[in-house]
C-alpha cells in the first residue's frame, strides 16, 4: 500500500466503549491528544484525528487496505488506551496536512509531558490490541470462507434464515457452552471472594466488544462470539413488534464498502433526516444508557413505572443516545430473540444460570433476563413471599450489571466506557451498590455511572437484618443497608444503600421532591435524602404521546369509538362517552357527568375517600365508572359501589389497558384522590384527552394540575388541599357546576389540557443533563 493511504481518519471514544461504528463522530468524550513517538495526529474537531501511525499501515499492508488501529489520549488528567479504531480507506497525506496548525497537537498542548514509563506501558497495550486484531483477523479470514460455504449451502438447501429457529439455537448454545467454564470461574471470582483476582472475564468482555465491533467494521456478523455465519439486521419499525430477528447471509465483499462509511450497527443506522436531528440534540453529551427496571410496558406493567421504563429511554433515544432497557423475561415474548449468551451468578449461595433475550424496537435495544425464577411469577410479578422477591432482584441485578460487557446489540456490545445506568426504585436498588462494590471498587467499569430514580418510596426492600446474607456482599457494606425507624427499628433496608451509592439520585416530580425530605413524605428515608440533597434532583415525567394520544390510539378504532383531536374535540369526545356508556351497560346521554377513577386499589391511591364520598356523589347527576386491581377489600368495595348503584356505576375489578385508554377517552372527569402521588400519569393522560383532572394536590399532582380560576379562566382542573372526602366533595360541586352551567369554560378546561406538551422531550432532556452530571463526577 502506498505510504500516501497511510493517514488514518480516526473517530475517537474511550476505552471499551462500543465501536466508532456504534458511537458516532459526535459522540466521543475525548478531551485532548498527544502526539507519540510512533505516532503523529492533527486533530479536526475532538472526535475526529486524522493520524498516521506506522502499525496503522502496517496492518493495512496486510488486510488490503482496510486500517485499524489504537490511539491514545488524555481525558480529565487520566491517560486512556483509546480501542476505537480508526477504519476507512485512509485519506492521502495533503488531506492530513491539510488542517489548521493551531489544530496540530505539536503546539501549545506539546508542553504537558508525558513520562516515559507511561508512554511504554500505552505502546505496550496498544501492541497487545495489536495483536488480538491480528488474531481476530485471522479468524475473520476464517470465517469469510464459512459465511461463502454457507451462502452456498443456503442456496442449495433453501435454508431458512429469516428467524432464530432452531439452528440457530444450537449454533448458539455450542457456542455458549465453550465459555461457561470461564463464566463459571468469574462468577465465584467476584461474588464469592469479593475481590476480582483475576481478569478472565474482563478480558473475554474486551475481546467481545473489540471483536464485535471488528465484526461491524468489516460487515461480518452481528455477534462475533456466535459465529460467522449471518449478519443480523433487526427490523427497526415500530409497527413490526413481532418481527424478530432477520438473518442474513451477506457476502463480506459487498457489506465491507457499506460498513466501513457507518457509524453505527446495522439495526441503527437512520436515514440522513434523523442523523440531523440526532446531533443536534444530545451533541457531544451522547451516551451509552442502560434502563434497569422490574416492569416495562407493554411486556410487564403493573402501573406507572412500566410506562416510563417504556417511553423513557425511547425519548433519551430520539435524543442520539444509544439506549437499552433491562427488564425481566417473566414469559415468552415474542419480540424478543434468544442471543445464546448464557450467565451464571450466585444468589444466596445457589448458582444459577441466566439467558439474554434481545429485541430492537423504536431505537431502543429491549434485553430481557431469563431464568426460571422469573417464570414463576409471571401473573403477579412482586408476588411470593419477601425472601423470594429479594432473590430475583438480587439476581436480576447482577445479571443487569455485566449486560453491557456480555451482550452485543445489533453486534455490538455497550461496553462500559461511556456508560451509565438508570436504575428504578427498590428492586434495582442493589444496582448501584453492586456496581459500585464490585466493580468500580476494583478498577472495573471506572467509567461506568448509575442514577437511581425513585417512583415511589413507600416500598424500600425492607426485611430484618438477616436479609443481608441473601445479596451476597461483603460485611463491611452492611452499614449501606442498616437503618433505624421508629416504624421498621433497626432493619435492612435496600433503597437506603441504593440512595448512598448511586451517583446522582432522581425523583419524578418536584413537588414529591421537596416531599421526600420530610418526615411525613420520606418514609423514614428523609433523612438519607436530605445528606444526598446535593445529588438530588426532580424531573417531572412526560408521556408516550404515540401510545396516549387520541389522534392515534388504537383502542379507540373500534367498537363505536373514535379518535379524536383539538379541533374534533366536541364530536370525537362524545363519540367515545356514548361508546363507553353502551360498552358498560350504562345508560346512554350525552348530558351527564362522567366521574371516572383508573389505578391501582391502595391507600396511595385514596380510593376509599371516593368511597366516604360516595353518598353525597350518587345524589348528583352522574355517573360512576372505576377500573383497578389491588387489595382484596377495595376490590370488594368497587364491586359493592356497583351492585348497589347498578344504573350509575360501573366498576372494572381487574388490569386492562383497552378499558383504561377508552375510560380515558370517554369519561368528563378523572378524579385522583391520591393521599401521596410522586408524580401520577394518569392526569397527564386524561388532560390529552380532554378529560379534567380533579386531584389531591400533593406531590406531582400539584405540579401538574393548576387550580382552575373561573375569573382569569386559566388552570386545568381542580386540586383540593387535603386528601379528605369532604374536600373532594367541594371540589366535585364546582366542577359539575362549570360542566353543566359554563360550556365555555369547560371546554376552555379541555382544550387547555390538551393543548400542553407533556411528550418526555423536555424530560428526556433533564435526565440527559443529570447524567452528564454523574459522568463527570468523580
Ligand atoms: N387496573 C388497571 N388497568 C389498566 N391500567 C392500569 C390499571 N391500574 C393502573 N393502570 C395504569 O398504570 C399506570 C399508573 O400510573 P401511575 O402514575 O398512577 O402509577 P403508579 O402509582 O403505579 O406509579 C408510580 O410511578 C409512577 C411513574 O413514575 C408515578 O407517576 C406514580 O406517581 C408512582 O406512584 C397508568 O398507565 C394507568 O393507566
Not at 121 to 136: G, R
Not at 398 to 412: L, N, T, Y
Request: one cysteine or more; glycine letters at 8%.
Amino acid at each position: 500500500m502506498a505510504s500516501t493511504l497511510g493517514y488514518l481518519h480516526l473517530h475517537l471514544e474511550p476505552p471499551t466503549c462500543s465501536s466508532p461504528s456504534a458511537r458516532p463522530r459526535n459522540g466521543a468524550s475525548v478531551l485532548s491528544l498527544r502526539e507519540s513517538s510512533a505516532t503523529r495526529f492533527f486533530r479536526r474537531d475532538p472526535t475526529h484525528i486524522v493520524c498516521r501511525f506506522d502499525p496503522f499501515i502496517r496492518a493495512a499492508e496486510e488486510k488490503g487496505g482496510i486500517l485499524f488501529g489504537v490511539g491514545w489520549a488524555e481525558r480529565e488528567g487520566n491517560r486512556q488506551i483509546l480501542q476505537a479504531f480508526g477504519f476507512g480507506n485512509g485519506g492521502t497525506q495533503e488531506e492530513a496536512e491539510d488542517v489548521d496548525d493551531d489544530d496540530d497537537l505539536d503546539g501549545e498542548d506539546a508542553d504537558e509531558a508525558i513520562t516515559d514509563d507511561a508512554l511504554r506501558e500505552t505502546i505496550k497495550t496498544s501492541k497487545e490490541v495489536l495483536a488480538m486484531q491480528k488474531d481476530l483477523l485471522r479468524q475473520i479470514a476464517e470465517r469469510r470462507k464459512l459465511v461463502s460455504f454457507l451462502k452456498r449451502s443456503a442456496v442449495n438447501t433453501n435454508l431458512e434464515t429469516n428467524s432464530f429457529g432452531d439452528k440457530d439455537d444450537c449454533f448458539l448454545s455450542n457456542q455458549s457452552s465453550t465459555s461457561e467454564a470461564v463464566d463459571a470461574e468469574y462468577s465465584r471470582t467476584i461474588f464469592f471472594d469479593g475481590h476480582h483476582k483475576k481478569l478472565p472475564h474482563e478480558q473475554e468482555a474486551k475481546n467481545n466488544v473489540l471483536d464485535a465491533s471488528l465484526a461491524v467494521v468489516l460487515g461480518l456478523s452481528r455477534e462475533v462470539s456466535l459465529e460467522p455465519t449471518e449478519t443480523v439486521t433487526v427490523s427497526p419499525s415500530p409497527s413490526k413488534r413481532s418481527g424478530s430477528y432477520t438473518s442474513e447471509v451477506k457476502d463480506f465483499e459487498e457489506f465491507k464498502g457499506k460498513n466501513i462509511q457507518g457509524e453505527k450497527p446495522d439495526h441503527m443506522v437512520a436515514s440522513k433526516e434523523e442523523d440531523k436531528s440526532f446531533c443536534a440534540l444530545a451533541g457531544k453529551n451522547v451516551m451509552n444508557i442502560i434502563l434497569v427496571s422490574a416492569e416495562c410496558a407493554p411486556w410487564s406493567k403493573t402501573g406507572g413505572l412500566g410506562d416510563v421504563s417504556a417511553a423513557l429511554p425511547k425519548a433519551l433515544s430520539r435524543r442520539g443516545h444509544r439506549v437499552m432497557v433491562v427488564v425481566p423475561r417473566y414469559e415468552n415474548y415474542s419480540e424478543a430473540c434468544d442471543t445464546g449468551i448464557r450467565k451464571r451468578y450466585t444468589v444466596s449461595g445457589q448458582d444459577m444460570e441466566v439467558a439474554y433475550f434481545h429485541a430492537y424496537i423504536d431505537g431502543v435495544d429491549f434485553v430481557f433476563v431469563d431464568s426460571p425464577i422469573f417464570h414463576d411469577c409471571k401473573n403477579d410479578i412482586y408476588g411470593g413471599n419477601r425472601v423470594d422477591i429479594l432473590r430475583r432482584m438480587v439476581l436480576f441485578c447482577k445479571a443487569a450489571v455485566e449486560v453491557p460487557w456480555h451482550v452485543p446489540c445489533g453486534g455490538v456490545c455497550y461496553g462500559d466506557g461511556n456508560l451509565a445506568f438508570v436504575a428504578n426504585d427498590w428492586h434495582t436498588a442493589l444496582l448501584p451498590v453492586y456496581l459500585k462494590t464490585y466493580y468500580r471498587d476494583h478498577g472495573f467499569m471506572t467509567y461506568a455511572r448509575c442514577v437511581l430514580v425513585i417512583h415511589n418510596i413507600a416500598h424500600q426492600g425492607r426485611g430484618p437484618l438477616d436479609d443481608f446474607n441473601h445479596v451476597d456482599l461483603p460485611g463491611q457494606c452492611m452499614n449501606l443497608f442498616k437503618l433505624h425507624d421508629p416504624v421498621g427499628g433497626t432493619h435492612f433496608n435496600i433503597f437506603a444503600a441504593g440512595l448512598k451509592t448511586a451517583d446522582r439520585v432522581v425523583t419524578v416530580s418536584h413537588g414529591y421532591s421537596w416531599e421526600l425530605k420530610t418526615q411525613d413524605g420520606g418514609w423514614g428515608l428523609h433523612g438519607i435524602v436530605n445528606e444526598i440533597e446535593w445529588k438530588f434532583h426532580g424531573i417531572v415525567n412526560g408521556i408516550d404521546s404515540k401510545d396516549w394520544n387520541p389522534k392515534l390510539d388504537a383502542h379507540l378504532q373500534s367498537d363505536g369509538y373514535a379518535n379524536y383531536a383539538l379541533e374534533t374535540l366536541r364530536t370525537g369526545k362524545s363519540q367515545c362517552k356514548a361508546a363507553l356508556q353502551r360498552e358498560l351497560g350504562l345508560p346512554v346521554r350525552a348530558d351527564v357527568q362522567i366521574l371516572s377513577f383508573i389505578g391501582r386499589l391502595d391507600h396511595q391511591k385514596g380510593v376509599d375517600i371516593i368511597g366516604e364520598a360516595l353518598p353525597w356523589i350518587m345524589s348528583q347527576d352522574v355517573q360512576l365508572i372505576m377500573l383497578g386491581t389491588g387489595r382484596p377489600d377495595l376490590e370488594e368495595m368497587l364491586r359493592r359501589f356497583e351492585r348497589e348503584h347498578r344504573d350509575k356505576v360501573r366498576a372494572w375489578v381487574g388490569f386492562s389497558t383497552r378499558m383504561a385508554h377508552r375510560i380515558t377517552a370517554g369519561a368528563d372527569v378523572l378524579m385522583m384522590p391520591s393521599r401521596f402521588e410522586p408524580c401520577g400519569l394518569n392526569q397527564l393522560y386524561a388532560m390529552m384527552y380532554g378529560t379534567v383532572p380533579v386531584v389531591h394536590a400533593v406531590g406531582g399532582l400539584r405540579d401538574t394540575v393548576p387550580q382552575f380560576d373561573p375569573y382569569s379562566e386559566r388552570g386545568l382542573g381542580w386540586a383540593f388541599e387535603r386528601a379528605e372526602a369532604n374536600m373532594l366533595i367541594d371540589a366535585l360541586r364546582n366542577c359539575l357546576k362549570t360542566y353543566k352551567k359554563y360550556k365555555g369554560s369547560w371546554e376552555g378546561l379541555q382544550r387547555r389540557g390538551m393543548m400542553q406538551d407533556l411528550s418526555w422531550g423536555t424530560a428526556a432532556q433533564r435526565y440527559e443533563e443529570v447524567l452528564v452530571a454523574a459522568k463527570y463526577q468523580w
